[in-house]
């Protein structure tokens, strides 16, 4: 081996299974193994979180192959209840991918080879690796989007609440960092609320690219069986096809990167939330606390109470917002047609969706535990905040902007600024009228667009034990 290899030796000796490793596509000759060892990457490591996709797509490949004459009725009934035996064993924990094996797919089709014989071997007619890698990548992006949105009403109900039950309590807002005007609680909960209903709007977008099905379009150009893909829409409750089979091939890495916009715009309003969180959380605001349990300390500053779990949530959120660029940049001077770079779009998503659901989950968590200050703003040094409320109260009584405006900033020259600390705010979005149910109606109409309940009742159907 050449020297500038010689440093591998010991990975290659633990990793000489590969030599041996069962590929459906194998003929005569052994890759080897530095290549396949740098081809094969974590690939498998993600794969097993596929596995319940792939035996999903293969319940409706396989329902399809017999209803155009590919598979016998009895082979069906063979095929269809080991696989359904197949996933009842991912859901419990107890599937792998065996040593030696390349994927999920070869697993699965492993196992029903084993099981009941030449039936199992049929499974892959009219179709490629290409199409079912995409399925199942599909198939796995609806599952985690709609954990996305789960988690994602948690926190928009915990935001709601908060901002109707501090909406009377005042807090400085700022530009620059500089004290600026009153604010509320009801604000500042209820914008974030908004927030999250924007994001959705991505994340529905993402959504709806997502559920469309790839498969039958085999290796990005089509098959000469008679497959029927309206049929396996239909079954794996997809809301319709990919049509373009170039097309359907060509949408690996766009899928990814539409996904990735959805996921950065809810990690950048997390990012923003956890920032604020931790000034407030400062003795320097001190407007907000959290029991000690919530909170870490120091292992020499014996008063610390530190915002650990907003600051690693300001970090991961911040890398996920450079998710879109990642996938960019993996997917920017691709020509269609498949390439194997982009089975490294799953080292960059998968763990993504995991990043982002634990730290939708932990901000609820967080928020149920919140405690805010009431008295804030009996601090003299947020007196400026109410400049323009006596600006306004002056032009209200004839007196003319510019006027009012060079009045008060004079008697806050003087010194002589002292006001009386009330606001009077009611148009919609202020102090006094947050539009708390507008946001509410806003973010309900948009969970009406996801068509969840379809989708669980095709992937029941699929599943149940009669075929």
Not at 170 to 176: F, I, Q, R, S
Not at 417 to 446: C, M, R, W
């Amino acid at each position: 081996m050449n020297a500038h290899y010689a440093h591998t030796l010991p990975i290659l000796n633990n990793f000489c299974h590969i030599c041996t490793m069962s590929k459906i596509w194998q003929k005569s000759v052994t890759v080897n193994e530095l290549v396949e060892r740098f081809t094969v990457g974590r690939d498998t490591e993600f794969d097993t979180q596929m596995a319940a996709f792939d035996v999903l797509g293969s319940l409706a490949h396989t329902q399809m192959l017999e209803s155009v004459g590919l598979m016998s009725a009895e082979d069906l009934t063979l095929v269809q209840k080991e696989l359904k035996a197949i996933y009842r064993d991912i859901e419990q924990g107890n599937f792998t991918i065996e040593p030696g094996v390349e994927d999920v797919h070869s697993q699965v089709e492993k196992l029903l080879t084993e099981r009941i014989g030449d039936a199992g071997k049929k499974i892959h007619s009219g179709r490629s690796r290409n199409d079912q890698v995409l399925v199942d990548l599909k198939l796995f992006f609806r599952h985690e989007l709609q954990q996305v949105v789960k988690e994602t009403e948690k926190l928009f109900r915990e935001f709601i609440q908060l901002s109707e039950k501090y909406k009377d309590v005042l807090l400085p807002g700022y530009t620059h960092l500089q004290v600026a005007m009153p604010s509320s609680f009801g604000l500042w909960f209820g914008a974030y609320a908004e927030s999250l209903a924007d994001d959705l709007e991505l994340v529905l977008a993402a959504y709806h690219i997502t559920n469309k099905n790839p498969l039958g379009s085999a290796a990005g150009y089509g098959s000469s069986f008679p497959l029927n893909r309206t049929l396996t829409t239909q079954l794996l409750g997809f809301d319709s096809l990919n049509y373009n089979v170039v097309y359907a091939q060509m949408g690996r890495g766009k899928t990814e990167r539409i996904i990735a916009q959805a996921l950065s715009s809810i990690a950048a309003t997390l990012a923003k939330m956890a920032m604020d969180q931790t000034l407030y959380l400062s003795q320097n605001f001190a407007f907000v606390s959290y029991p000690d349990t919530l909170t870490t300390g120091s292992s020499i500053m014996p008063h610390k109470k530190n915002p650990d779990v907003w600051e690693i949530m300001r970090g991961k959120c911040n890398r996920l917002q450079a998710l879109p660029n990642d996938v960019a940049m993996m997917t920017t001077n691709l020509p269609s047609g498949y390439h194997r770079e982009l089975q490294l779009l799953k080292e960059l998503l998968f763990p993504a969706f995991t990043d982002l659901k634990d730290c939708l989950h932990m901000a609820a968590f967080m928020l149920e535990n919140i405690m805010v200050k009431t008295d804030i703003l009996n601090d003299p040094k947020y007196a400026y905040l109410f400049s323009v409320e006596e600006v306004n109260k002056l032009t209200l009584s004839g007196t003319p902007f510019r006027d009012a405006y060079k009045q008060v900033g004079l008697a806050i020259e003087r010194g002589e600024f002292n006001p009386d600390k009330k606001v009077n705010h009611t148009h919609e979005g202020s102090i006094g009228n947050l539009g708390n149910e507008y946001i509410e109606q806003a973010f309900n109409k948009l969970l009406l667009n996801f068509d969840f309940a379809k989708v669980h009742q095709a992937i029941r159907e699929l599943v149940k034990q009669s075929v």
